[in-house]
């Protein structure tokens, strides 16, 4: 006999429905998001999305953000110069993965609708700073960096630079000597002491 099905809360639950969303923007994309469809994937109601999520832009970005999560961990080779590249080339490469196609999905609906780009400004503000920042912090310890280095705008220009590469060629994937240039003509004098 099976056991009973146990009731999922908390993180379990979560977990769950950001599968799910991110399950169904990959499949079908932003304009195909539906709380109705990531409940069922998920096998819960829409009212358990809801209060977690006010809307699909911010269950949307929700789930994109937890598949990015491992992809920016920040590197510690004890260089500003080879850490700044390690994290571009795993960005880069991560431009084909799950969190990118789900990420794409979602820039696409931005256009149509202005509280998906206030969450994705938000979500670029907050999830991609963090990595450069650790990245920059270490440097600043270091003195390879001025303490300037670590105002946001200044710490992820190489990222900005990255994105720009992206948006305005087309591209998913940008060639490593266009990285070594953005690191080395960019990155590092200006962040450099």
Do not use: F
Not at 7 to 19: D, K, Q, V, W
Not at 82 to 90: G, I, Q, S, V
Not at 163 to 178: A, F, H, I, K, Q
């Amino acid at each position: 006999m099976a056991a009973p099905k146990t009731r999922r809360r908390g993180t379990e639950l979560e977990e769950a429905i950001l599968r799910a969303a991110a399950a169904e923007l990959a499949e079908a994309g932003y304009p195909g998001l539906t709380m109705e469809g990531v409940a069922q994937r998920a096998g819960t109601n829409k009212n358990t999305i809801y209060r977690r999520w006010p809307n699909r832009a911010a269950l949307g970005v929700a789930a994109y953000r937890h598949l990015a999560e491992d992809t920016l961990k920040p590197p510690d080779t004890g260089h500003l110069r080879e850490d700044a590249l390690t994290l571009l080339r795993a960005i880069n490469c991560g431009q084909t993965s799950p969190a990118a196609r789900v990420l794409r999905s979602l820039l696409t609906g931005v256009g149509d609708e202005p509280e998906l780009r206030e969450q994705l400004h938000e979500q670029a503000a907050e999830g991609g700073a963090a990595a450069w920042l650790t990245v920059a912090g270490r440097a600043v310890a270091r003195g390879e960096a001025r303490p300037g280095a670590l105002h946001p705008r200044v710490a992820t220009v190489a990222l900005v630079l990255l994105r720009n590469e992206y948006l305005t060629r087309g591209l998913t994937t940008v060639d490593d000597d266009v990285l070594v240039e953005i690191v080395d003509e960019v990155y590092l004098p200006l962040v450099r002491a």
